[in-house]
């Protein structure tokens, strides 16, 4: 069993609305470690936000910032990184993230995603930003599936609350589950996403 201070570093894969972010931030603040959100560190770098970037320089820009902030994430141990949805796609992404820390995956069905996210138009990809509707959502997660079956470990989100699904990634990491501190207004309860 992994203790908590031999606590090398985690990183969150899956599907938008698989709750990564949620999930990371809870995480961390369990073990004390610093949490890294990927989408959030590219919009500080660019100064606008993912769908802003994918907008105005095209999902290629994007995807090499990304490259570039995974390189940056990886070069400091101890880090909970939660990568945006289509981070896990590429090889090079899945060799720099599971050289770093055990990679798990978020997995999330298409009815829980369109139940979490049904209005958010933050989201360059999700269907009602100019893509097809819950089917759309569909082939994407067939799509990414196979990369995302490539992470260490899958634990499904569905039904769970963030702290459920908290304390499953650290029991299956070896961390056992490491109670929440107590913090007033955490996301704990909440559902992931």
């Known amino acids: 069993m992994m203790?908590?201070?031999?606590?090398?570093?985690?990183?969150l894969v899956g599907f938008?609305?698989?709750?990564?972010?949620?999930?990371?931030?809870?995480?961390?603040?369990?073990?004390?470690a610093?949490?890294?959100?990927?989408?959030?560190?590219?919009e500080r770098f660019a100064g606008m936000s993912v769908r802003e970037i994918f907008a105005t320089r095209g999902e290629p820009a994007f995807r090499e910032?990304?490259?570039?902030?995974?390189r940056e994430a990886v070069s400091v141990a101890g880090r909970v990184i939660a990568t945006g949805g289509?981070?896990?796609?590429?090889?090079?992404?899945?060799r720099l993230l599971k050289g770093y820390a055990p990679v798990v995956f978020l997995d999330v069905t298409p009815g829980g995603v369109v139940s979490r996210l049904p209005e958010d138009r933050?989201?360059?990809?999700?269907?009602?930003?100019?893509?097809?509707?819950?089917?759309?959502?569909?082939?994407?997660?067939?799509?990414?599936?196979?990369?995302y079956e490539q992470a260490d470990l899958t634990v499904k989100t569905d039904g769970s609350t963030v702290s459920m699904v908290a304390d499953q990634?650290?029991?299956?990491?070896?961390?056992?589950?490491?109670?929440?501190?107590?913090?007033?207004?955490?996301?704990?309860?909440?559902?992931?996403g």
């Open 34 to 42: 610093e949490f890294l959100d990927l989408d959030d560190r590219i």
């Open 122 to 147: 933050t989201r360059p990809l999700l269907p009602g930003n100019g893509t097809g509707g819950e089917q759309e959502i569909v082939n994407m997660i067939k799509a990414r599936r196979p990369a």
């Open 169 to 192: 990634v650290l029991e299956r990491i070896g961390c056992g589950p490491v109670q929440d501190s107590g913090r007033e207004g955490s996301e704990g309860e909440g559902s992931p």
């Open 86 to 94: 289509g981070a896990f796609q590429t090889e090079e992404n899945r």
């Open 3 to 11: 203790g908590r201070r031999s606590f090398r570093g985690l990183v």
């Open 16 to 32: 938008m609305g698989s709750g990564k972010t949620s999930i990371g931030r809870e995480i961390s603040g369990r073990l004390g």
């Open 65 to 70: 910032m990304e490259r570039e902030a995974i």
